[in-house]
C-alpha cells in the first residue's frame, strides 16, 4: 500500500520578491480598435462595373460587416461597421480604388460611433 496523497500547502499571498505590473493594453490606450458605423454613397461611373461586388469583397477581406446597393440616381451606397483603422482603409479604397472598370468622382461618408456592432456578421449585397 501507499502512503496517503497529502494536500500541498497553498499560500494566498504572492512571494514578497514577486512585482505584479499593469500594463494598460492597446485596445484602451487607443482608438484604432473602437467600433465605428459609416454610411457611404459613391458617385461616379459605379454601376454595371462590379463595383458591388468589388466592395464586398474587400470589406470582407479587412473583416467588415455591413451592406451595399445600387441606387436609382446611379449611385452605391452602403453601411459598413468595424475598427477605426479597418474603417479607415476602406473608405480610401471606396475612394479612390474600386472596381477595375469603375471611376470615382465622389465619395460621401457620415461617420457614427456605436459602443458596439449593430449590424449582422459579414458584408452583403442588396440587390
Given at each position: 500500500m501507499s502512503a496517503p496523497l497529502r494536500k500541498a500547502a497553498t499560500t494566498s499571498k504572492p512571494a514578497a520578491s514577486s512585482t505584479?505590473?499593469?500594463v494598460p493594453s492597446r485596445a484602451a490606450s487607443s482608438n484604432d480598435s473602437s467600433i465605428l458605423?459609416?454610411?457611404?454613397?459613391?458617385r461616379g461611373k459605379v454601376q454595371g462595373v462590379h463595383f458591388r461586388k468589388y466592395t464586398?469583397?474587400?470589406a470582407t477581406s479587412l473583416g467588415l460587416r455591413?451592406?451595399?446597393q445600387n441606387t436609382?440616381?446611379?449611385?452605391?451606397?452602403?453601411?459598413?461597421?468595424g475598427p477605426r483603422l479597418k474603417i479607415e482603409q476602406m473608405k480610401q479604397w471606396l475612394r479612390s480604388t474600386g472596381s477595375p472598370k469603375?471611376?470615382?468622382?465622389?465619395?460621401?461618408?457620415?461617420?457614427?460611433?456605436?459602443e458596439k456592432y449593430t449590424l449582422?456578421?459579414?458584408?452583403?449585397i442588396v440587390k
Open positions: 505584479i505590473k499593469k458605423k459609416v454610411n457611404f454613397e459613391i464586398q469583397m474587400k455591413g451592406w451595399c436609382e440616381f446611379n449611385t452605391v451606397i452602403g453601411c459598413m461597421e469603375s471611376i470615382i468622382s465622389s465619395a460621401d461618408f457620415k461617420d457614427t460611433n456605436p449582422a456578421t459579414g458584408f452583403i
